[in-house]
């Protein structure tokens, strides 16, 4: 009993809530490296699902192979739902067909879809295998829908009740349903052409009279998702209207299925990932558990782009290398403000790529953050274009030089602001994803804005 409290407490100990500590870890490992399966059983006992995916995810491949073939069928369906789809099929691909079958007959549907919709084919019909005849059916209908669509996200296990029941009869049809799902949070009214016409949650279910119409408790806010919708966009209806669950609609307007919020919020959680991915160049599929070659392959591309970039800004200092070298302090001012400009296009950009994932950046508001943004950049160049004056005067005793890099502080920073939203914006409109190719362009611009602001200036001025 003291084993498991400790494991219990060290994922809460020293490396934060919710995490597993790697004395813990330590513990699993040895288990594994002895081969004693009680122990290794006794370990994984109190460990949540995700948790258990987690520490898959964290240790080496082969480490992975023994704890694996070692837990064997204590292995649950829900560990692999929650597993990474980096090391997803790899795992499934060390399971026993026992084992595999028995954990995916105990997954709701779009729990299946999503694990088999990226695998192999003979991965993928040894799953559909170990499933029911009707439940293999409804996963197969799931996968012909477009990849990334409601249909794909949608569980066809769904709770419904024609409109014109009353309280009495849902709950006398609740109590004697033997195939629930295991979880679900309203029942959706139907009426005779199965077109869903409201959601009643189980609170208010079981908190009515029995003679209750089911259509007098219905939610004020009810949303049919259509079975080709983005899933981008039903997440963002999710968040957006506070939703528990939706029902999901075929072309003829026909309930086909369900989505819970615990879906939608995963592919929001997926999509804030992915631009956080996009955004620092390292590509939207980037793991912790990628291999060297891998990692390398996503990250290149990126980094040529940033090289032709470099070459850019490069060709601009090459046009004034006659005052570079005849002014030094030219050459070890002017990557301040290029960096400066950087930094704060960078700034204006990530909250513009946020803004446009969240349909918060619209015609109606653009042109007041714009002005938002220039502003920013005006009032933030003062600020340093003060700083950086003294900066030059005291550091090179030339009130000329101060000048210069204040100017071109100034100018940068206001164009930083207004390409940061304004760049976006445009890929957006020209249908290319601002989360993938903004950086670059506001780099490009800002670099060669600065230096040619400051070295242009310096040869006005100073020459």
Excluded: C
Aim: hydrophobic share 50%; glycine share 6%.
């Amino acid at each position: 009993m003291s084993e498991e409290i400790d494991i219990v407490d060290a994922e809460t100990e020293d490396s934060g809530a919710y995490t597993l500590d790697r004395r813990a870890v330590a513990a699993i490992l040895y288990a594994v490296d002895i081969e004693d399966r009680a122990k290794l059983v006794e370990l994984m006992e109190p460990l949540h699902p995700a948790d258990i995916a987690d520490l898959l995810e964290q240790i080496n491949a082969f480490d992975r192979m023994r704890l694996i073939r070692l837990y064997d069928r204590e292995f649950d369906g829900d560990i692999l739902s929650e597993l990474d789809e980096s090391i997803r099929e790899e795992v499934i691909g060390l399971l026993n067909p026992e084992v595999l079958a028995e954990a995916v007959r105990d997954l709701d549907s779009d729990d299946v879809v999503d694990l088999v919709e990226d695998l192999d084919e003979p991965q993928k019909e040894a799953i559909l295998g170990a499933l029911g005849d009707s439940d293999r059916a409804a996963v197969r209908q799931s996968l012909t829908y477009p990849e990334y669509s409601a249909g794909r996200l949608m569980q066809r296990e769904v709770v419904m009740a024609p409109e014109h029941w009353n309280v009495g009869e849902a709950i006398d049809f609740l109590r004697n349903s033997e195939d629930l799902p295991e979880q679900f949070y309203h029942i959706v009214l139907v009426d005779p052409k199965l077109h869903p016409v409201g959601n009643v949650t189980l609170g208010k279910l079981m908190s009515s009279r029995r003679e209750v119409l089911l259509k007098s408790i219905v939610e004020d806010t009810f949303h049919v998702i259509p079975v080709d919708q983005y899933e981008g966009d039903v997440a963002y209806a999710f968040n957006q209207y506070h939703l528990i669950s939706a029902p999901v609609v075929d072309e003829n307007d026909r309930l086909i299925g369900v989505i819970t919020i615990d879906d939608a919020m995963a592919v929001l959680d997926d999509e804030h990932e992915e631009d956080i991915l996009r955004l620092a160049g390292v590509g939207e599929e980037s793991r912790l558990s990628d291999n060297t070659f891998e990692t390398t392959k996503q990250r290149f591309p990126w980094l040529a782009v940033n090289l032709v970039t470099a070459v850019l800004a490069s060709l601009v200092i090459a046009q004034f290398e006659e005052a570079i070298a005849q002014i030094v302090a030219l050459a070890v001012l002017m990557p301040i403000v290029a960096s400066m400009g950087g930094n704060a296009g960078t700034q204006a950009l990530t909250v513009a790529v946020r803004a446009l994932a969240t349909k918060d950046l619209t015609g109606s508001n653009l042109w007041r953050v714009i002005r938002r943004e220039v502003l920013v950049g005006l009032v933030n160049g003062l600020a340093f274009a003060v700083i950086m004056g003294l900066v030059g005067l005291i550091w090179f005793g030339s009130p000329a030089l101060g000048g210069v890099i204040a100017a071109a502080m100034v100018v940068n920073l206001v164009v930083a602001g207004l390409a940061g939203i304004a760049i976006p914006v445009a890929l957006e409109k020209l249908g290319v994803d601002p989360a993938l190719a903004s950086g670059a362009f506001v780099t490009t611009v800002t670099d060669v804005v600065g230096f040619f602001a400051f070295l242009g200036l310096a040869v006005v001025v100073l020459l």
